[in-house]
């Protein structure tokens, strides 16, 4: 075999370099650092398709959570508008009629605080997503949650009592509400 053939045999077989005989101290030092810069790069890029792999799934994670979340308060403006009809076909009074269509506008402003967060992900994966953390009091919000289900509670003919001692925690308070109708539409579906 000649010099070619052994080179092209050598890189067949999965070299990426070879040094002639005999070599040249500077030339192989050159090679060298090349190929350990190269690696570098190599681990760094592995690194980066790996990082870049885990914001997809967290950002396909999170609208598959809120795609999810958006039946529950979709269902309750629903419901709240179908008690409204029946309501008003049977004349019932004024306040019953406007605490339903209350609760129904409660819910749809829970399903537009959802639409902003999926506007929310672009900014997750810019890095530019801030949470914001506030003084609120748990046992109110959990109420709140509860009436968000309740309709679809109803619907179920599931009893949904909320009994909690009142607490102050800071946390992001729409995603905990998220987090809680989330909890409990699955509890009332099982």
Known sequence: MDDTESILKGFELGAVDYVSKPFNAPE???RVSTHLRLRCLQK???KNLESLSKVVDLRDSLVNMIVHDMRSPLTAVKANLDMADEMASQGDSYEDFAEVLQDAGQAADTGIRMMCDLLDINR???GRLQLTSEAVEFGCLLRESANL????AVEREVGLDVEVEEATVSCDRDLIQRVLCNLLTTAIRQ
């Open 44 to 46: 760094t890029a592995e």
């Open 124 to 126: 997750m994966e810019e």
């Open 149 to 152: 289900v309740g309709p679809s």
């Open 28 to 30: 192989l030092l050159a």
